[in-house]
């Protein structure tokens, strides 16, 4: 009922930065929340960024405060993830994911992206 397509990801220096776009196809009026998750090699799938469609409310995991930052468009059919700053452990698959309830896990969200990569290095 839900797609969602990841884009933006490639290979950057530390200290650049890097947009991250998630766009929403299918029955997604009552999607109520929207986040990115990340996994890189050998670690578990951890939160990143999550927000409340048609809120302020966010939420940050405290290894990326204020280095990133969520956002959607004013049809909220699209989630942005705007990345600054960047340090090497940001090296990850990087995943959009969206659901019907509030949540920041994994199994909170019902809908996955098939992930773009994301790579800092020198």
């Known amino acids: 009922q839900v797609q969602l397509v990841e884009s933006g990801g490639g290979s950057v220096q530390p200290g650049g930065s890097l947009n991250l776009s998630c766009a929403a196809f299918g029955y997604t009026t009552n999607l109520y929340s929207m986040g990115w998750f990340r996994q890189g090699p050998g670690k578990e799938r951890e939160g990143v960024a999550t927000?409340?469609?048609?809120?302020?409310?966010?939420y940050y995991a405290d290894s990326v405060k204020g280095r990133f930052a969520i956002s959607q468009d004013n049809a909220k059919s699209t989630v942005y993830l705007h990345m600054n700053s960047l340090k090497q452990k940001d090296t990850a698959m990087y995943y959009c994911a969206a659901g019907y309830s509030a949540g920041i896990r994994p199994n909170d969200f019902r809908f996955w992206g098939r992930g773009t990569q994301v790579t800092v290095s020198s």
């Open positions: 927000l409340h469609t048609g809120s302020a409310w966010t």
